[in-house]
């Protein structure tokens, strides 16, 4: 089956600055790759997703790029704002009904 | 306002007892999911809905029972036999067929002492 490893587990970066978090995937066959962010008390949102049809998808302040030949995927933000801070996570999947996540990445901005 | 409910907010229980823990989505979804999230650790997958009066185990089914009787609806529930009950727990749906973007709900946070 699909394995995702997410890199780093956290990561602090002051306000302003860039912040890169990087996934890795295991199954060749998984052809889509979102990211969500999940704040404390809330749920899991939704914030840029990617196929394997494209490198690059932007937005604003976002953007996720994708190399299928290394098997690894990378969500930037630049810019970073304190209402960044929280936890992201990675996920892969194949077409079918399931995703197989990263274990997740605290980020802290630093006013 | 359409979206993904989930209630309560947090939920607490006795050893023994068996807990159901509720998701509505009002998104007009088939696809249905629920995941388990412990410290550290990645959203795993506890079992999956496809569309009504079907769903399928997921990577941790153990311990845990669900029904899909109604397109809105995915209750989870949380048996005597899990082990480890206390996490935090995650409901997500997604079109379907059309489209495999899944959306969460607000999660539960279950503790069982």
């Known amino acids: 089956g699909e394995n995702v490893e997410q890199h780093p587990s956290t990561l602090s970066v002051q306000e302003g600055d860039s912040a890169v978090i990087k996934c890795t995937y295991s199954d060749s066959a998984s052809n889509y790759f979102p990211w969500y962010k999940q704040e404390l008390g809330k749920g899991s949102q939704l914030i840029i997703d990617?196929?394997?049809?494209?490198g690059e998808k932007k937005d604003q302040r976002i953007a996720v790029t994708l190399n299928k030949t290394a098997k690894h995927f990378s969500l930037h933000i630049t810019e970073t704002q304190p209402e960044d801070s929280a936890v992201y996570f990675c996920a892969a999947g194949a077409g079918s009904y399931q995703l197989t996540f990263g274990k997740g990445t605290k980020l802290s901005v630093i006013p | 306002d359409g979206g993904i409910t989930q209630s309560p907010k947090y939920l607490f229980r006795k050893e023994g007892q068996n807990v159901t823990l509720s998701c509505e989505q009002n998104?007009?979804?088939?696809?249905m999911y629920w995941y388990r999230q412990d410290p550290g650790q990645g959203l795993r997958l506890i079992y999956y809905?496809?569309?009504?009066?079907?769903?399928q185990k997921g990577d941790i089914a153990e311990g845990y029972s669900v029904s899909r009787e109604k397109k809105e609806s995915f209750p989870l529930t949380v048996t005597s036999a899990q082990k480890n009950p206390t996490a935090f727990y995650l409901c997500?749906?997604?079109?379907?067929?059309?489209?495999?973007?899944?959306?969460f709900g607000p999660g539960t946070r279950l503790t069982v002492t």
């Open positions: 990617i196929r394997s049809n494209v």
């Open positions: 997500a749906s997604s079109l379907g067929t059309a489209s495999i973007e899944q959306y």
């Open positions: 998104l007009n979804h088939d696809a």
């Open positions: 809905s496809q569309i009504v009066n079907d769903f």
